[in-house]
């Protein structure tokens, strides 16, 4: 059986926290830039505060720097911004302004803005939900590599929501997402594989695929693995261990 997506977990995205702790200086010179109106240092000041990073969390005063650098066009600023409304972080959920923040950032190009403003449409969660309008954002994110918009592009072209169906090009971008080492898509490119649907019938790359989810602790696609084992000679089973064997050795690209 195929994976569907849960879309709403997605609005989960994390704000990256700084690789370190801002220094005494670092933070001086954002405050600095900050105040002459500089929005990457406003930006950095929201993120500062909104993990914690050098001075005491405050999600309040995050807001207050995000919103002065989303208010000038910097697309971050506004993700995260977006963020704070739609996970009701330190203010009130407002579905309407966060899909308001997330397309602004979407229309400058921010993949994960485009993604989560195809979430938002899915589930039509601050605007009316609307299939095709979600994945023309799941689309544009996609492209630019991201990996939950490719999962679930996927999945849309797999059921037909919002697209017609098309299983080959559900092939395509749950192989994009599976090369990214996303245990879902890896464990629906071997449901495709087992069944032939957008690919040619073959088990031996059934296997690997689930084998591959498997040692992600994908229960499902231990079991089926499993139960494809019983159709196979101990050749292809062995060719298929190989072929797992090389595409974690490569990061999961060329796999098979």
């Keep these: 059986m195929i994976k569907a997506i849960t879309a709403a977990l997605l609005l989960n995205l994390s704000m990256m926290a700084f690789a370190e702790p801002p220094s005494p200086e670092e933070i001086a ?44 066009g910097y697309a971050e600023a506004q993700y995260n911004l977006a963020l704070m409304y739609a996970d009701s972080e330190g203010v009130p959920e407002d579905n309407a302004t966060a899909v308001k923040w997330y397309t602004k950032a979407a229309e400058q ?23 095709a309008t979600a994945v023309k954002w799941y689309t544009k994110a996609a492209e630019q590599g991201n990996v939950y918009a490719q999962y679930d592009l996927g999945n849309r072209y797999y059921n037909g929501s919002g697209v017609p169906k098309d299983y080959a090009t559900a092939v395509k971008w749950y192989t994009k997402a599976a090369e990214q080492g996303d245990a879902d898509a890896q464990h ?14 073959n ?38 261990q190989r072929l797992s064997t090389e595409c974690l050795a490569n990061d999961y690209k060329n796999c098979g």
């Design 29 to 72: 010179e954002w405050r600095a830039a900050a105040g002459q109106g500089e929005a990457w240092a406003q930006s950095n000041l929201g993120q500062m505060y909104d993990r914690g990073d050098g001075v005491p969390q405050n999600s309040a005063v995050a807001m207050k720097w995000w919103t002065k650098a989303a208010e000038q």
């Design 109 to 131: 190009g921010y993949a994960d803005a485009q993604n989560n403003l195809g979430v938002m449409y899915a589930n039509g969660k601050g605007v009316p939900k609307d299939y």
């Design 188 to 201: 629906n490119l071997g449901v495709m594989y087992d069944k032939g649907e957008g690919v040619p019938q």
């Design 203 to 240: 088990n031996v790359l059934a296997y690997m695929w689930w084998n591959l989810a498997a040692a992600q602790g994908d229960e499902s696609s231990k079991s089926h693995k499993s139960n494809i084992q019983e159709k196979m000679t101990p050749a292809q089973i062995e060719e298929a």
